[in-house]
């Protein structure tokens, strides 16, 4: 099974730009069909905010990130990205990558994805 580490949080002022890593350790592709990025402030759910399908590049956003961020993926399947530009206070998440996609749901709900990385913190200071 994959394993995901994520890589690239921190902290920003507001307006500014980071990028966020996705290394799956795994050569096997079946699990990484679609792959995600979610994010989870404290005390809120898991929000789904952008996933891309890896086959052919297609991509879905959230509304709350659309325009701002967009994911993206390596030559491999085993790196995605996601470029986050014009970051909020309200962008502040631990941000997690997802992957083991069943297909049941929508490719931006937490319950279709069945494997998970650690997360790395995002701060954006006003």
């Known amino acids: 099974q994959d394993q995901l580490v994520e890589s690239g949080g921190g902290s920003v002022q507001a307006g500014g730009s980071l990028r966020l890593s996705c290394a799956a350790s795994s050569r096997t592709t079946y699990s990484r069909v679609y792959m995600a990025w979610f994010r989870q402030a404290p005390g809120k759910e898991r929000e789904g905010i952008a996933a891309?399908?890896?086959?052919?590049?297609?991509?879905d956003y959230a509304d709350s990130v659309k325009g701002r961020f967009t994911i993206s993926q390596g030559n491999t399947k085993n790196m995605v990205y996601l470029q986050m530009n014009s970051l909020k206070p309200e962008d502040t998440a631990m941000y997690f990558c997802a992957a083991g996609y069943t297909g049941y749901y929508s490719t931006l709900q937490a319950r279709a994805y069945s494997v998970w990385g650690q997360g790395t913190q995002v701060t954006v200071s006003s």
């Open positions: 891309i399908y890896t086959s052919g590049g297609s991509t």
